[in-house]
């Protein structure tokens, strides 16, 4: 495996672990959330939006023969940005 695919399982091994904590909230009645599994659940949201942001891009610049590992992860701020 070459550097480019192993950072990309490192990614995505990321995001499973963050998708299986969200779903763990989740799956606790929202409404009887604490304040603070609310902020983890909006981190968690954060944290998935910039792993597969840099995934895609990632991606993009591979399938142009550019280094992947020039992508790095943007700030939340700016994933958040692209959302709206």
Do not use: F, K
């Not at 609310?38 to 591979?62: I, N």
């Amino acid at each position: 495996m070459n550097d480019a695919n192993g950072r990309e399982s490192e990614i995505l091994s990321r995001i499973d672990a963050l998708v299986t904590e969200e779903r763990d909230l989740r799956e606790q009645n929202e409404h009887r959330l604490t304040s603070q599994e609310r902020s983890r659940m909006r981190e968690l949201e954060e944290s998935l939006d910039q792993c597969w942001d840099l995934l895609r891009r990632r991606r993009a610049l591979q399938q142009y023969g550019q280094d992947p590992d020039a992508a790095q992860p943007r700030s939340a701020d700016e994933v958040r940005r692209y959302r709206q």
